[in-house]
């Protein structure tokens, strides 16, 4: 089924994905001599720390067992919980006991207040700014949460839970810290002194079911020619440069692109922490290490690279090019690994290019910026330029082709731009769309050469306003 035909899927998806309802709640008015709610509060405070508590008197040691799994483990929990909340006798409804029980399960075995945020599905990023400050990421927007954590101790105790996990630490000799969740969530921590007003803790979730290209259609990233390129282009073994800020994307479409990879072939990752979710059964995934507490140990994406290629790669797909690993893969792409896909921070095209040359400056080797430029020309077939735009959407905005070099300068050229003159929407939505600028990209020959599918049509700006 193409990508056209499965459009319609894609779009009763989104009709049926979660949205956010924002509301107000108004408390009702109280009596200044009587106040009710605070006592109420401050008494199932006092329940939740005594009942916590009690809970790791009674099972303290079996937490940290090893042999336990996590539905066994948390079937004890409540099992006692519930064993502890009968004794105090409270005058709950059943709901409010059920909260209060998932409350305290959420503090002892999971991370606290975040623990519903990680199950919501509208939300997609978590940023703690403090224990009493924790803004979400719903469909594009920022919003203050109503979550908090009662203290920076409560904090830092679910910090510091996260990244035993993966074997790392965090404390003021080493107080910034990468890791994930073990739903493949990303995470970055950072506590005092470096925190001057407190921890601070950034959570990009993972999704368990990873967006399809259908999906990117459906939200308007793309259009489904440019789908169709991507498709063509990854087929073609192009050598391509997902560039954006951070939070466009990036590695979503990264997603997407190496989910065309023919199933046959055999798929190097390589990434700082695990994010890709490749549908493909002949996938190798490696992940660079931090040094440990003597300083020593690190391996990071560059020894990956370098690593790879003596893999027996087909192809190579690397999360993120962030410093002088760029030399390596531009060296891989030009010799005989194409088909490589890596994403970058850029603002454009053109900036990609110049940030590409910075990243191979930063391999230590003396290299003269003409030679870096011709390697980046050689080396470079597509750029998708991928852009988070004011009304929070997602979008791609350049699909540009690298032809070569005149002169010193790398020469580019566009095959589809984003069109912002189309104005918006009486929602603030960007009406625009991507439209094919009428160059025929060279790389398009090469389609015909090896008998890849697809309309030269979709170049032609005749045929798009038909």
Known sequence: ???????????????????????????????????????????????????????????????????????????????????????EQLLLTADERNRLIQDIEDDALGLGPLQRLLKDSAVSEIMVNGYDRIYVERNGRLELST???????????????????????????????DARLSDGSRVNAVVPPLA??????????????????????????????IAELLRAAVEARLNILVSGGTGTGKTTLLNVLSSFIPAGERIVTIEDAIELNLQQDHVVQLESRP?????????????????????????????????????????AMNTGHDGSISTLHSNSPRDCIARLETLVLMAGMDLPLRA???????????????????DGTRRITHVTEVIGMEGEVVTLQDAFLFNFSAGIDAKGTFLGVQEPTGVRPRFSDKFEELGIEFDLNAFSTTAWRR
């Open 1 to 87: 089924m193409s990508i056209s035909d499965r459009l319609d899927t894609a779009r009763d998806r989104a009709e049926l994905a979660p949205t956010s309802a924002k509301g107000t709640t108004s408390a009702p008015p109280r009596a200044a001599a009587a106040p009710v709610a605070p006592p109420v509060t401050d008494a199932l405070s006092a329940v939740k720390a005594r009942a916590t508590e009690e809970l790791f008197h009674r099972i303290g040691s079996r937490i940290n067992d090893s042999s336990l799994t996590e539905e066994v483990l948390h079937e004890i929990v409540r099992e006692e919980l519930i064993s502890i909340i009968d004794a």
């Open 147 to 177: 979550s908090r954590f009662a203290s920076e101790h409560h904090l830092r105790r679910a910090i510091e839970r996260i990244v035993s996990k993966v074997g790392r630490r965090i404390d003021e000799s080493s107080p910034m810290v």
């Open 196 to 225: 001057v007003k407190g921890s601070s803790l950034t959570i990009r979730k993972f999704s368990e079911t990873p967006l399809t290209v259908e999906d990117l259609i459906g939200f308007g990233s793309m259009t489904p020619q």
């Open 291 to 331: 040094p440990n507490i003597e300083g020593s140990g690190a391996v990071s994406i560059r020894d990956l690279v370098r690593n790879s290629l003596r893999m027996r790669p087909d192809r190579i797909v690397v999360g993120e090019c962030r410093s002088g690993e760029a030399l390596d893969m531009l060296q």
């Open 372 to 390: 870096i430029r011709e390697q980046v020309a050689s080396a470079v077939d597509l750029i998708v330029q991928i852009q988070r735009l004011r």
